[in-house]
T-cell receptor, first 115, second 115 residues
Framework: DQQVKQNSPSLSVQEGRISILNCDYTNSMFDYFLWYKKYPAEGPTFLISISSIKDKNEDGRFTVFLNKSAKHLSLHIVPSQPGDSAVYFCAASGMTTDSWGKFQFGAGTQVVVTP | DAGITQSPRHKVTETGTPVTLRCHQTENHRYMYWYRQDPGHGLRLIHYSYGVKDTDKGEVSDGYSVSRSKTEDFLLTLESATSSQTSVYFC??????????????FGPGTRLLVL
């Protein structure tokens, strides 16, 4: 069973507008979340993270929101740029010794930013 | 960018053939991981290492073995390749001098086709 789900396989957004990517998880023990961006034929690159002690984390154009009660997180990209066209993965991990570092990944969302 | 290389970058092999993939890092990171990426599944953890000669299984370890004889190298072996192991394989590292596991940095990937 996938414990991390990205239910939108694709998203098309106009340049300059906001991109909102969603991620849901089922394991209440997950405490640490990451977003990665992946271009074709390259490895994923780290974008932004958030831990359960926060509900929001910002880094430039990227903001991640965490709603623990709903087991939901989202990534906002504002404004969207053509270079943001990529596949975005969310990942989750627990903070216990046994689970730390063992990330569960969602299936990814393909973002296309159009001019 | 973290110094991570993977070799080979592409490989075609036949069913039943042993295959070894290599991950090499120049960052002196403690933790190393092997993932596979398949459509609809995101990235799934195969094996990971928390130090030289210290390894453990991930979510999809059946049919794979690993070895880590020195900090910089983490080898993934398919003892007898099957068509279900056709995938893109990514190595990741984490845990610099601070010893934390947080963000994982990925290599460029190896595309493996088993005929």
């Amino acid at each position: 069973d996938q414990q991390v789900k990205q239910n939108s396989p694709s998203l098309s957004v106009q340049e300059g507008r906001i991109s909102i990517l969603n991620c849901d998880y089922t394991n209440s023990m997950f405490d640490y979340f990451l977003w990665y961006k992946k271009y074709p034929a390259e490895g994923p690159t780290f974008l932004i993270s958030i831990s359960s002690i926060k509900d929001k984390n910002e880094d430039g154009r990227f903001t991640v929101f965490l709603n623990k009660s709903a087991k939901h997180l989202s990534l906002h990209i504002v404004p969207s740029q053509p270079g943001d066209s990529a596949v975005y993965f969310c990942a989750a991990s627990g903070m216990t010794t046994d689970s730390w570092g063992k990330f569960q990944f969602g299936a990814g969302t393909q973002v296309v930013v159009t001019p | 960018d973290a110094g991570i290389t993977q070799s080979p970058r592409h490989k075609v092999t036949e069913t039943g053939t042993p295959v070894t993939l290599r991950c090499h890092q120049t960052e002196n990171h403690r933790y190393m991981y092997w993932y596979r990426q398949d459509p609809g599944h995101g990235l799934r953890l195969i094996h990971y290492s928390y130090g030289v000669k210290d390894t453990d299984k991930g979510e999809v370890s059946d049919g794979y073995s690993v070895s880590r004889s020195k900090t910089e190298d983490f080898l993934l072996t398919l003892e007898s390749a099957t068509s279900s192991q056709t995938s893109v394989y990514f190595c990741a590292i984490s845990g610099g001098t601070s010893g934390t596991q947080e963000t994982q940095y990925f290599g460029p990937g190896t595309r493996l086709l088993v005929l």
